[in-house]
Structures are given as C-alpha cells and as structure tokens.
C-alpha cells in the first residue's frame, strides 16, 4: 500500500507562484508513474501533469504547459509541482496520484493511489 499527502496549496494572487509536493510512502515509490489532477465543484477531476518514474519523460496540459512545472526525487520519496503565472481559473483542488504499472496517464481511472488534495485558490 502506498500513501500520498500533498502539500503546498494556500491562497496567492494572479501571477504568483507556488510550490506543491506529494510525499509518498513506500519503498517502491520510484518505480511509479506519477500524474497531477485538479478538481472544481461540479466537475470532472483532470489531468495536467504526469512523470515517468526515472522523471526523464514529463506530460502537460495545454492549459498548464509552460507555466507549471512537474519534477521528483526518488531519494526523497517525492514528486513536486511548481505553478508559476497562476491565474484565477487554476483554482482548484490538487490531487496527487501513483501509477504501479506503466507511464504517466491522463486517465484517472489508471492510477492506482491518490493523495487527499490539497486547495489552490487564485486571486484576481
């Protein structure tokens, strides 16, 4: 079993900057896929950003691609995602997710375990 807590989220102004981590238990932890989703009330959770394991092989979303940016530590157990030139309409709850087998995925149904969230507010 592998467990996930983010961290990170608060309150920033439009064209901020912050700072989230996933920190994963477990020993397996680098050889898993990791992928970063978002979730607004009333709407599917997406995804915005994915590694593979080795953190050689990174995937965005249009709406996220050369603002944020999806990194990890495999010594640290931990995968980051720092979010620079945040708008309102990144806010959000992050959620945090673990793959056992395969590369990153934009499904969500393809992940394995997932953290609690952690909230994003951006304002304007």
């Known amino acids: 079993q592998v467990q996930l807590v983010e961290s990170g989220g608060g309150l920033v102004q439009a064209g901020g900057s912050l700072r989230l981590s996933c920190e994963a238990s477990?020993?397996?932890?680098?050889?898993?896929?990791m992928g970063w989703f978002r979730q607004v009330p009333g709407k599917e959770r997406e995804f915005f950003a994915g590694?593979?394991?080795?953190?050689?092989?990174?995937y965005y979303a249009g709406s996220v691609k050369g603002r944020f940016t999806i990194s990890r530590d495999n010594a640290k157990n931990t995968v980051y995602l720092q979010m620079n030139s945040l708008k309102p309409e990144d806010t959000a709850v992050y959620y945090c997710?673990?793959?056992?087998?395969?590369?990153?995925?934009?499904?969500?149904?393809?992940?394995?375990?997932w953290g609690q969230g952690t909230q994003v507010t951006v304002s304007s």
């Open positions: 997710a673990a793959r056992r087998i395969g590369g990153p995925s934009s499904v969500r149904y393809d992940y394995d375990y």
């Open positions: 590694i593979n394991w080795s953190g050689g092989i990174t």
């Open positions: 477990g020993r397996i932890f680098s050889s898993y896929a």
